[in-house]
């Protein structure tokens, strides 16, 4: 039941509002930053909650925002134990199927293909462009 | 011609295709411009000799998150020729948490070392002569407690605190602004960095007490002439809040350092360096008042930074290091660090490090560019590079200075305004290509960033032996002594007292940095950053 979100997205090409926040203590925030002004300027509904959020916070206001795509940033290594964290919190309130989890910054290919397997829909490593992430998160909003 | 119009990679001033007499004009004079090496306003450099008597200290910024394997770190570092220590630490450490607090999950000793108490402080530096090396600590809003801690660790094998050498970074106001590691609002941050700065002047004679980093704002997205700019106007607000406290200009002065990041147009970087010694010796003289001219000499630390590297084809940023560690040659700086090629990975292995300790080496002792000061000096180009790169850098502060000043500007969010919508324009202009960055936007190859490289893997035994220790060390520790120390200090810290003695008395009995700061985030508050636009 939760898919119909996603689903609803498809069927009336709303672009979709999207949550930014960066887990753990690493304050490297250029990259979050700069993905904020441009998915605005892009035309997208921002959800910035910056530097050194909670899992617990990500999740209620995920749920209180009703968003779409939660996306969370990492340049401190610090990726897998907090996206296990906050898929585990999410799994207790129902709402694992009801975002796309998405993830950019320092990844590591190993640890990419782990995020994919404890259920990240999308990963952006650095060097990603902008272009790209844009239209990864409109194709969510096409009608299929 | 490949282009209509040429520009400077960060600072985007426009460049002709030659320059000649007539571009500096008949009013250049030499003697005004640039003075001789060693003298004002010190262009060319701040020692007479530049590097003939002694090369740049080389200092690579390293820690992983067991103080015994940062030790065994820094002493493959010594061994290699390295002839300066920095420490890293990881963001519990940095941001006044203990390995056990739940806000420090996943974060203990990722990033550098986790140093809690004192038992650490001295696990990292056994058997490291610390009358002989000198110790550069990245660390801001805690740093009053982490140089507590060498201190005391120092103390406790015999040597006097006045022998000590080596630098905090202390510089909060650009964490607030553009590194983020901060804990308190503007004022106290500010209220901090001072009490630090105040405690040196005062009790040691060898040690600077901040790095006023024009490094993160880079980092951070801003053009060198932008980031140039609000460091020196950070610069004042520290100059002016010490002078409050009755210190004179010519006691502090000569204390304070500057930290920068030099990246890849080899000639911005070159100029920006002679523009900021030429800058600071003006202000000094004609803002301050300084008469000594110790305190007109800009001592400048410098780094290669990462976000100059690219994720595809990693060894290829071994290369983009040795030029920009090229420009800081022959830009006169006075310590450096290169960012490792595995920066877009991990935090490097020592043999990354090592590669950029070679790096330097090289530059050193086979290049030839460290064997004549100011090499570029004179040339038609660089020398009117530098008088445009003075008035942009002049530009920013007089800015600031029309918003009231740093802390003004910083409360205001014109910091993070300016750094943002350069960061944007930055990544805008590399996408469209207009800004080529070879592999990643020109002559990128599919698979370019699938190349296997040996990166640092975090070992997850690194968190159980830091909170078992801090157990013991708890266990182990005086609590009635503790508690005395932290009412101590919060009463200090409520008074608006200098700080440093009391957290020094609190580090000799094992408080831990999280009830340090504990104490401290009650009586100071927090800082929120402001959103981006």
Known sequence: MYTENIESLRRYRRKPKILLAKGGLDGHDRGLRVLAIALRDAGFEVVYLGMRVPAETVVNTAIEEDVDVIGLSFLSGSHLPYVEKLMQLLKKEGGEERFKIVVGGVIPRKDIEELYLIGVDKVFPVGTMLNDIISYLDSLGAPT | ?533
């Open chain 2, 1 to 533: 011609m490949r282009k209509k119009q040429f520009y400077t990679r960060t600072s985007k001033i426009p460049i002709k295709d030659v320059y000649t007499p007539q571009d500096l004009g008949d009013s250049w004079n030499y003697e005004e411009k640039l003075g001789y090496p060693g003298s004002l306003p010190f262009t060319r450099g701040v020692y007479p000799t530049g590097y003939r008597g002694r090369i740049w200290t080389i200092r690579q910024y390293a820690g992983y998150g067991d103080p015994e394997e940062t030790n065994n770190i820094f002493k493959s570092l010594l061994s290699w020729g390295q002839t300066g220590l920095s420490v890293a630490f990881d963001l519990p450490t940095q941001l006044g948490y203990d390995p056990d607090d739940p806000l420090a999950y996943g974060e203990v000793g990722r990033v550098g070392v986790s140093t809690p108490t004192l038992r650490e402080m001295e696990l990292i530096f056994q058997e490291i002569p610390l009358d002989k090396v000198s110790v550069s600590f990245t660390i801001n809003a805690t740093a009053p407690i982490i140089l507590a801690m060498f201190i005391a660790a120092a103390e406790k094998r015999g040597v006097p605190i006045s022998s000590l050498a080596g630098t905090v970074q202390n510089d909060n106001l650009k964490e607030l602004t553009a590194r983020n590691a901060f804990i308190f609002p503007p004022r106290p941050s500010l209220k901090t960095s001072v009490d630090v700065i105040e405690f040196c002047v005062k009790n040691m004679p060898k040690f600077v007490p901040i790095n006023v980093c024009e490094a993160h704002y880079r980092e951070a997205g801003a053009s060198a002439a932008t980031a140039a700019g609000l460091a020196f106007s950070n610069a004042i607000a520290y100059l002016e809040s010490t002078l409050e406290r009755g210190l004179g200009i010519d006691s502090v002065a000569p204390k304070i350092a500057f930290y920068t990041y030099s990246h890849v147009d080899l000639f911005e970087e070159v100029a920006k360096f002679r523009a900021m010694r030429r800058i600071w010796a003006k202000l000094l003289r004609k803002r301050f008042g300084a008469r000594d001219p110790a305190s007109m000499a800009l001592k400048i630390g410098t780094a290669v930074g990462g976000s100059v590297y690219t994720v595809e084809e990693p060894l290829i940023n071994i290369v983009r290091g040795t030029i920009g560690a090229l420009a800081a040659v022959l830009g006169g700086v006075q310590s450096m660090n290169i960012a490792c090629f595995d920066e877009a990975y991990a935090i490097p292995t020592p043999q990354s490090l090592k590669v950029s300790v070679r790096t330097q080496q090289i530059i050193a002792y086979e290049s030839g560019a460290a064997d004549v000061v100011d090499p570029l000096g004179g040339s038609y180009y660089m020398e009117w590079l530098t008088d445009e790169m003075e008035r942009r850098i002049t530009e920013v502060m007089d800015r600031i200075e029309q918003a009231g000043g740093a802390v003004e500007a910083i409360i205001g969010g014109l910091y993070h305004q300016m750094v943002s919508t350069e960061a944007y324009n930055f990544q805008k202009e590399v996408e469209k290509g207009e800004t080529p960055i070879v592999a990643h936007n020109i002559f990128k190859e599919d698979g370019g960033d699938e190349q296997e490289i040996e990166y640092y893997r975090f070992r997850k035994e690194t968190y159980e032996k830091a909170v078992d220790r801090l157990m013991k060390t708890k266990q182990n520790r005086d609590s009635a002594r503790v508690k005395a120390s932290l009412k101590a200090l919060r009463e200090a810290a409520e008074s608006g007292e200098n700080i440093m003695p009391y957290i020094l008395d609190a580090v000799k009995v094992y408080a831990t940095v999280g009830e340090i700061c504990e104490v401290l985030r009650d009586v100071y508050g927090e800082y929120r950053e402001p959103p981006p636009i």
